[in-house]
C-alpha cells in the first residue's frame, strides 16, 4: 500500500476528550503546530437535549484555563450550574463538614458542567486554533526516531512530530505500547449516575452523604434537578440498576436522608467501575502521559477532570519555559520536568482521596466515633477549612 507523506509538526495529541482537546488546543494557541487524533466524532451538543448523564465539577482552576482558551464564556451561557455551598455528612455519626463560597471571598464554590458541553465548545474551538484533526482515526503503531516520533494510522498514514501526548484514557493503548505499568487498587465498587428532582430545591449545594456502602453525591444542574453519583459494592450497583423507576427512587430517597425530600422525578440509570490507578512513570521516549492516561481516582472528591485539566496547565507552562529557553520540548529533561511536577502532585491527590475512602469504609465503632469528632473539629478550624477549600479550587 501507498502512504501518505509524513506530516511535519511539533505535537501530536491522541484522545479528544476533554483533557485531551483542551491540551491541543492551549498549545496550539501558543504557537505549536498541533495534530489530534480521536477514535470517535463527538455528538454535537444541543441545549433541547437531555443532559449527558457524565456531568464533572469544575473547580476555578479548570474556569480559569476554559477562560484563558477563550471558551468559558460560552460553556457558562449555555449550561452550567454554580454551586456556592458543599455539604459533607457521615451518615454513621451525623457529623457534617461544609463549605461555603462567601468564606473566601466567591461567588461560588465550582460548577457543574455536562461531559458533553466541554467537549464540543471545546472542539469548535480547534479549528481557529489551527489544531488538524484527524477523525475518525486510531493509532496502529509508534516509531521513534532520533529526533521526531513518527506515528502510523490505521488508514496508513504518517504523522511526524517531536512529541507525542497521550490523552487516550484510563486504559491508554500508548502508555501500554510504551510498557508503562500502572499502581492500582480496584475498589470493587460502581457509581450510579442519574439526573433526579425532588420535592425540594437544590439550594446551589453539592451534597456528599458517605454511607456503609460508599458515598452519595447530589450535583445541582442548572435546570433544577441534581445529577446523582451513588458509590455501591458490584453486586449491590447492579441490582439498584435494575430496580423500576418508582423503587429506585424510594431506596435513593432513604440513602439521601430525604435531603431532597422524596424523589418525584428521574432519568435512566448508568454505572462505571471505580479504581485508583497511578501510572509509575508519566514518560517515555518522545511521549507524555495527561489526564486518565496518568492517573484515575476515586470520584468522591469530584477531582478527576480538574487534576486532568491541572496536568494540561502545567504542561503549558513547560513547554513555554522550554521554548523561551531554547530548548527541544521532548527533551529528556523538560519531559521529567512535568512528569516530576505532576506525578508528585496527582500521587498525593490520589492517595488522599483513597485513604479517605479507606476511613469512612471502616465501621469499627470506636473508629465511627473518633472520625466523628474529628470531622467536627474540622469544621470548625476555619484556616484548615480554607487551607483544604483553596487545594480543592487549584489555588
Given at each position: 500500500?501507498s502512504r501518505a507523506?509524513?506530516?511535519?509538526?511539533?505535537v501530536v495529541?491522541?484522545?479528544?476528550?476533554?483533557?485531551?482537546?483542551?491540551t491541543?488546543?492551549a498549545?496550539a494557541q501558543?504557537?505549536?503546530?498541533?495534530?489530534l487524533v480521536?477514535?470517535?466524532?463527538?455528538?454535537?451538543?444541543?441545549?433541547?437535549?437531555?443532559?449527558?448523564?457524565?456531568v464533572?465539577?469544575?473547580?476555578?482552576?479548570?474556569?480559569?484555563?476554559?477562560?484563558?482558551?477563550?471558551v468559558?464564556?460560552?460553556?457558562?451561557?449555555?449550561?452550567?450550574c454554580?454551586?456556592?455551598?458543599?455539604?459533607?455528612?457521615?451518615?454513621?455519626?451525623?457529623?457534617?463538614?461544609a463549605f461555603?463560597?462567601?468564606?473566601?471571598?466567591?461567588d461560588s464554590?465550582?460548577?457543574?458542567?455536562?461531559?458533553?458541553?466541554?467537549?464540543?465548545?471545546?472542539?469548535?474551538?480547534?479549528?481557529?486554533?489551527?489544531?488538524r484533526?484527524?477523525?475518525?482515526?486510531?493509532?496502529a503503531?509508534?516509531?521513534?526516531?532520533?529526533e521526531?516520533v513518527?506515528?502510523?494510522?490505521?488508514?496508513?498514514?504518517?504523522?511526524?512530530?517531536?512529541?507525542?501526548?497521550?490523552?487516550?484514557?484510563?486504559a491508554?493503548?500508548?502508555?501500554?505500547?510504551?510498557?508503562?505499568?500502572?499502581r492500582?487498587?480496584d475498589?470493587?465498587?460502581?457509581?450510579?449516575v442519574?439526573h433526579?428532582?425532588?420535592?425540594r430545591?437544590?439550594g446551589?449545594i453539592?451534597?456528599?452523604?458517605?454511607?456503609s456502602?460508599?458515598?452519595?453525591?447530589l450535583?445541582?444542574l442548572?435546570?433544577?434537578?441534581?445529577s446523582i453519583?451513588?458509590?455501591?459494592?458490584?453486586a449491590?450497583?447492579?441490582?439498584?440498576?435494575?430496580l423500576?423507576?418508582?423503587?429506585?427512587?424510594a431506596?435513593?430517597?432513604?440513602a439521601?436522608?430525604?435531603?431532597?425530600?422524596?424523589?418525584?422525578?428521574?432519568?435512566k440509570?448508568?454505572?462505571?467501575?471505580l479504581?485508583?490507578q497511578l501510572?509509575?512513570?508519566?514518560?517515555?521516549?518522545?511521549?507524555l502521559?495527561?489526564?486518565d492516561?496518568?492517573?484515575?481516582?476515586?470520584?468522591?472528591?469530584?477531582?478527576?477532570v480538574?487534576?486532568?485539566l491541572?496536568?494540561?496547565?502545567?504542561?503549558?507552562?513547560?513547554?513555554?519555559?522550554?521554548?523561551?529557553?531554547?530548548?527541544?520540548?521532548?527533551?529528556?529533561?523538560?519531559?521529567?520536568?512535568?512528569?516530576?511536577?505532576?506525578?508528585?502532585?496527582?500521587t498525593?491527590?490520589?492517595?488522599?482521596?483513597d485513604?479517605?475512602?479507606?476511613?469512612?469504609?471502616?465501621?469499627?465503632?470506636?473508629?465511627?466515633?473518633?472520625?466523628?469528632?474529628g470531622?467536627?473539629?474540622l469544621?470548625?478550624?476555619?484556616?484548615?477549612?480554607?487551607?483544604?477549600?483553596?487545594?480543592?479550587?487549584?489555588?
Amino acid at each position: 500500500m501507498s502512504r501518505a507523506r509524513p506530516r511535519a509538526g511539533d505535537v501530536v495529541v491522541v484522545g479528544g476528550g476533554v483533557v485531551g482537546a483542551a491540551t491541543a488546543l492551549a498549545l496550539a494557541q501558543d504557537g505549536f503546530q498541533v495534530q489530534l487524533v480521536e477514535a470517535r466524532q463527538p455528538r454535537p451538543w444541543q441545549a433541547d437535549a437531555e443532559l449527558d448523564l457524565r456531568v464533572f465539577a469544575l473547580a476555578p482552576s479548570s474556569a480559569r484555563l476554559l477562560d484563558q482558551l477563550g471558551v468559558w464564556d460560552g460553556i457558562r451561557a449555555a449550561r452550567a450550574c454554580s454551586y456556592r455551598g458543599m455539604q459533607v455528612r457521615d451518615a454513621e455519626n451525623g457529623a457534617e463538614l461544609a463549605f461555603d463560597a462567601a468564606d473566601r471571598g466567591r461567588d461560588s464554590l465550582g460548577w457543574i458542567v455536562e461531559n458533553g458541553l466541554l467537549v464540543d465548545r471545546l472542539w469548535q474551538a480547534l479549528p481557529a486554533a489551527g489544531v488538524r484533526v484527524h477523525c475518525p482515526a486510531r493509532v496502529a503503531d509508534v516509531h521513534p526516531r532520533d529526533e521526531h516520533v513518527q506515528i502510523e494510522m490505521d488508514n496508513g498514514e504518517l504523522l511526524k512530530s517531536r512529541l507525542l501526548i497521550a490523552a487516550d484514557g484510563a486504559a491508554s493503548p500508548l502508555r501500554r505500547r510504551a510498557g508503562i505499568t500502572c499502581r492500582t487498587r480496584d475498589y470493587h465498587q460502581r457509581g450510579v449516575v442519574a439526573h433526579v428532582r425532588g420535592q425540594r430545591e437544590h439550594g446551589g449545594i453539592a451534597w456528599q452523604r458517605f454511607l456503609s456502602t460508599g458515598p452519595l453525591a447530589l450535583l445541582p444542574l442548572a435546570d433544577g434537578r441534581c445529577s446523582i453519583v451513588w458509590t455501591l459494592p458490584e453486586a449491590e450497583a447492579q441490582r439498584v440498576l435494575q430496580l423500576d423507576e418508582s423503587d429506585f427512587m424510594a431506596e435513593l430517597g432513604v440513602a439521601s436522608d430525604f435531603h431532597l425530600g422524596p424523589i418525584t422525578e428521574t432519568t435512566k440509570r448508568a454505572a462505571f467501575p471505580l479504581k485508583l490507578q497511578l501510572a509509575r512513570r508519566y514518560h517515555a521516549e518522545c511521549l507524555l502521559l495527561i489526564g486518565d492516561a496518568a492517573h484515575a481516582v476515586h470520584p468522591l472528591a469530584g477531582q478527576g477532570v480538574n487534576l486532568g485539566l491541572r496536568d494540561v496547565a502545567e504542561l503549558r507552562q513547560v513547554l513555554h519555559e522550554a521554548r523561551e529557553a531554547g530548548h527541544d520540548i521532548a527533551a529528556e529533561h523538560i519531559l521529567a520536568r512535568y512528569a516530576r511536577r505532576r506525578r508528585s502532585a496527582d500521587t498525593l491527590d490520589a492517595l488522599g482521596f483513597d485513604a479517605l475512602e479507606r476511613s469512612f469504609a471502616w465501621q469499627f465503632p470506636p473508629i465511627v466515633v473518633a472520625r466523628g469528632l474529628g470531622l467536627r473539629l474540622l469544621n470548625r478550624l476555619t484556616p484548615i477549612k480554607r487551607a483544604l477549600a483553596a487545594h480543592a479550587a487549584g489555588d
